[in-house]
C-alpha cells in the first residue's frame, strides 16, 4: 500500500514540475504608445529595408507578436527610426510624442539595454560624417586611427561594464565595432584624397595592418553585422577588378567566379543572388554568366529563380525578332510605334527624369544624334516616369533640348515592352536593325566609343 501511494505521489510531483515549466517562448514583442499621433503605422526596417508594418490606432497604442531573426533592426515612423535589438523573449515598450520635432523614442523592457546601447552606437558614430565628418577624413594616418580606436574601445567598455547585458549580443557587437574599424581604416585612402584634397596621398603599410587576416565566411557575423557584409562584398569586388585588370575577364563574370571560393553555403549563395538577379539583366556574355552561377549556388530555389529569368532574357537576344511597343506618346504630338522605323536602324534609350545616370548620357547621345545625322538610323528615346510626373517628363524634354524622338512609356516598368526587355534598372540602350531584330538587348551607352565602332561596323 505504502508503495502504490509513494507511486501515486512521485506521478503527483512529477506532473506538477511539469507544469511550472515555462513555455519556449519563439517570439519577441514590441507595443506602446504614441502621442500627438499622426502616422498610421509603425516601419520595422532590417538592413534599411522595410519589413513589416505596425498598425498605430487611433488612440495612439501599439502592439505586435514578432518572429523574426535574433539581431538588429529600426522601428519608427517615416524619418524617425530608432534601432531596436530583437530576440525571442524580448519585450519592448516604446513611445514617443509626434508633436515634438526632435522626436526621441523612448525603450524600456526586456532587451531595451541592447536596444539602448544600439542607440548610443549610432549617435557616437554621428562624429564620422556631416561637417564633423569631413574634418575627420581630412585627418592625417595616426589621428585618424586615433579617433577610431577611441569610438570602438569606449563602447566596448559599455558591454563590459554592465553584466547584464545579453552574452551573444556583447559578443557580435565587439566584433561588429572591430569590422566598423577595419572599415574604416580601408576607407581612408580614398576618403583623405577627397577632404584632404591630395590626391597622391597612400597610406602606409603599418596603418592597414589590423585589416589583414579576416575571415570572410563567418555565418553569424554576416547574418548579424551591415558592415561585415559590405566588408565581405567588398574583398571579393577587388579580386573581381584584379581579375578583370590582369586578365582581362569581364568584371561581371570575374565577381560570380570570386563569390564561388567562399566557403560558406549561405554567404556563397547570399551574394551570388544578390548579383545574378540584377547583373543576369545586362551582362555581357549571358550564358557564361549563367553557367557560372548555376556551377557554384547551392541554393535549388535561386538556381530556379535565375533560370526562369534566363529563359525569359534568351528571348530577346540577338538576332530575334524585338517585342514591340504601341501608339506611345509622342513629345511632339500624336502616338508612335516600334514598327514605325521600320527600314532603318532604332536605337533605343529608355529613362526617367530621376534618373542620374540616365541624365549624364544625354549629352553624349546629343551629339551621337548630330554625328549620325540623316543617315539610316533613328534615335528613340523613350520615358518611363510614373503618370505623376508626366508634366516634368514634358518640360525637361524642353529644358535639356533633347533631340531624337521623345516618346512616353505607357505604364512605366509595367509596360509590356519594358517587361520583355526584362528592365529592372535604367538607362537601358538597346540597339535594332532595319528588320526589326535585335542587334543587341544591351547595347553600348552613348558615353562609351564602343557604341560609335558598333554602329560603324553595321555600316550605319
Known sequence: ?????????????????????????????????VKNVKSKELQLNKAYQT???????????FVDTLRLDTGGYSIGVKGNLTPIYLFPGANLSLSF???????????VGKGALESNFLNLKTKESLNFYGEEGIKFYALAEDAYKSKL???????????????????????????????YYIDMLLKHQEMYRYFGKDSLYTVSDSFLEDTKNISY????????????????????????KKAEKEKGVDYNIAYVNALGTNKNDFIRNSLLIAAASGTITYVTDRTAYYNDFMKFSTNEEDKKTITSL?????????????????????????????????????????????????LYEVPFLQKVEKQYHGKNIEFVSISVDADRDHDKWKQMVIDK????????????????????????????????????????????????????????????
Open 1 to 33: 500500500m505504502n508503495k502504490i501511494i509513494l507511486a501515486i505521489s512521485a506521478l503527483v510531483l512529477f506532473a506538477s514540475c511539469e507544469e511550472k515549466k515555462e513555455k519556449t517562448v519563439d517570439y519577441a514583442v514590441v507595443y506602446g504608445k
Open 310 to 358: 534566363y529563359k525569359e532574357l534568351q528571348l530577346t537576344a540577338p538576332g530575334n525578332v524585338s517585342p514591340l511597343f504601341v501608339n506611345y506618346e509622342n513629345h511632339k504630338g500624336g502616338t508612335t510605334s516600334l514598327e514605325d522605323f521600320k527600314g532603318k536602324y532604332v536605337y533605343i534609350d529608355v529613362w526617367a527624369t530621376w534618373c542620374g545616370p540616365c
Open 217 to 240: 565566411d563567418v555565418e553569424e557575423d554576416f547574418k548579424y553585422s551591415k558592415t561585415y557584409n559590405g566588408l565581405v562584398s567588398g574583398h571579393y569586388q577587388e579580386l573581381a
Open 51 to 61: 519589413i513589416k508594418t505596425i498598425k498605430i490606432n487611433e488612440d495612439g497604442s
Open 97 to 107: 510624442d509626434e508633436g515634438i520635432e526632435d522626436k526621441a523614442i523612448s525603450i
Open 401 to 460: 533640348a533633347m533631340g531624337g524622338i521623345q516618346l512616353f512609356a505607357d505604364k512605366s516598368f509595367d509596360s509590356d515592352f519594358t517587361k520583355a526587355y526584362v528592365i529592372k534598372a535604367i538607362p537601358k540602350f538597346i540597339l535594332i536593325d532595319p528588320t526589326g531584330k535585335i542587334v543587341k538587348a544591351n547595347a553600348p551607352r552613348p558615353s562609351e566609343k564602343e557604341l560609335i565602332d558598333l554602329l560603324n561596323e553595321l555600316g550605319v
Open 149 to 179: 580606436v577611441n569610438y570602438k574601445e569606449s563602447l566596448i567598455n559599455k558591454l563590459n561594464e554592465n553584466p547584464d547585458f545579453n552574452k551573444d549580443f556583447v559578443e557580435l557587437e565587439k566584433r561588429d565595432l572591430n569590422y
